[in-house]
Nanobody
Framework: QVQLVESGGGLVQPGGSLRLSCAAS????????MGWYRQAPGEERELVAS???????KYADSVKGRFTISRDYAKNTVSLQMNSLKPEDTAVYYC?????????WGQGTQVTVSS
């Protein structure tokens, strides 16, 4: 059974930075994607960034150039470095792992960008 545990959310001012981390336990395949989704109040959950071995990264257009996703395949962790944060980045961020048709989710961590 795969479990995902996020950490690193919080309150930050516009223009600031945060780093989210996710630790995965269970059987994790490096060729299967991991990443981050987010969901703002009243909005649908959207893909923020994903990464697949060997280092194929995808980003939502709204975060390109500001967010960077990385993955440690030995430790089964995935991180999201978020720079130049904007109020519209405010959302609950979910760690995600996809394995042959099954999606796994973390419990979510709140990111609030506000002055």
């Amino acid at each position: 059974q795969v479990q995902l545990v996020e950490s690193g959310g919080g309150l930050v001012q516009p223009g600031g930075s945060l780093r989210l981390s996710c630790a995965a336990s269970g059987t994790i395949f490096s060729l299967q994607p991991m990443g981050w989704y987010r969901q703002a109040p009243g909005e649908e959950r959207e893909l923020v960034a994903s990464i697949t071995s060997p280092e194929t990264r995808k980003y939502a257009d709204s975060v390109k150039g500001r967010f960077t996703i990385s993955r440690d395949y030995a430790k089964n962790t995935v991180s999201l470095q978020m720079n130049s944060l904007k109020p519209e980045d405010t959302a609950v961020y979910y760690c995600w792992y996809h394995n042959y048709g099954v999606d796994y989710w973390g419990q979510g961590t709140q990111v609030t960008v506000s002055s």
